[in-house]
């Protein structure tokens, strides 16, 4: 089992930065792939940013170039640095993390707000 507990969310206004951070606890040694979803109001939720074992990172295009994952192995932790941020951005973000194959374990975060203002 995995607990992944997201903090950082907050009301910042257009074009002002936040930090999310996803601590996870337990069977961390598992875990082969970190991600960040996020899902507004009536929409589905998507996919963000992802950050696999290798390091090799992926991003949506909406968030391209003002995003940025990263991973502290050693403090369990992968972050979320968010620039630039637009009211599109307003969503609960959630912290996402799988085991690796081929027993592949999902788990969730309860997630987190963000709220950017125009």
């Known amino acids: 089992q995995v607990q992944l507990v997201e903090s950082g969310g907050g009301l910042v206004q257009a074009g002002g930065s936040l930090r999310l951070s996803c601590a996870a606890s337990g069977n961390i040694f598992s875990i082969s792939t970190m991600a960040w979803y996020r899902q507004a109001p009536g929409k589905q939720r998507e996919l963000v940013a992802v950050i696999r074992s290798g390091g090799n990172t992926d991003y949506a295009d909406s968030v391209k170039g003002r995003f940025t994952i990263s991973r502290d192995i050693a403090k369990n932790t992968v972050l979320l640095q968010m620039n630039s941020l637009k009211p599109e951005d307003t969503a609960v973000y959630y912290c996402?993390?799988?085991?690796?194959?081929?027993?592949?374990?999902?788990?969730w975060g309860k997630g987190t707000l963000v709220t950017v203002s125009s």
């Open positions: 996402y993390s799988a085991t690796a194959p081929p027993a592949v374990m999902n788990y």
